[in-house]
């Protein structure tokens, strides 16, 4: 069974900093590995941040030079460091992967980042 599980978000002053970490079960990270995604409440999902196998990252505009996504050396938990933090940051954090064509999403991290 794949499982997706986010954890480490939770309430933040602006400027400040989280680290979210996504592991997974049933699949391997290193070639499932979709990318750190968001959302509020009313929104699109949109990516946040991206990490390919050999170790290419892509980040989105709003979060460059903030965010930083790594891995661990066996590419078991991928890490999304969010640092100055701005209330616009606010969301649910979530992580995809795709294994045989389906895309799995864990049940998210909420963070939440007051002025």
């Known amino acids: 069974q794949v499982q997706l599980v986010e954890s480490g978000g939770g309430l933040v002053q602006a400027g400040g900093s989280l680290r979210l970490s996504c592991s997974a079960s049933?699949?391997?990270?290193?070639?499932?590995?979709g990318g750190w995604y968001r959302q509020v409440s009313g929104k699109e999902r949109e990516l946040v941040a991206s990490m390919s196998s050999s170790g290419t990252t892509n980040y989105a505009d709003s979060v460059k030079g903030r965010f930083i996504i790594s891995t661990d050396n066996d590419f078991n938990t991928v890490y999304l460091q969010m640092n100055s933090l701005k209330p616009e940051d606010t969301a649910v954090y979530y992580c995809l992967a795709s294994f045989l064509g389906r895309f799995y999403w864990g049940e998210g991290t909420a963070v939440t980042v007051s002025s």
């Open positions: 049933g699949i391997p990270l290193r070639f499932t590995f």
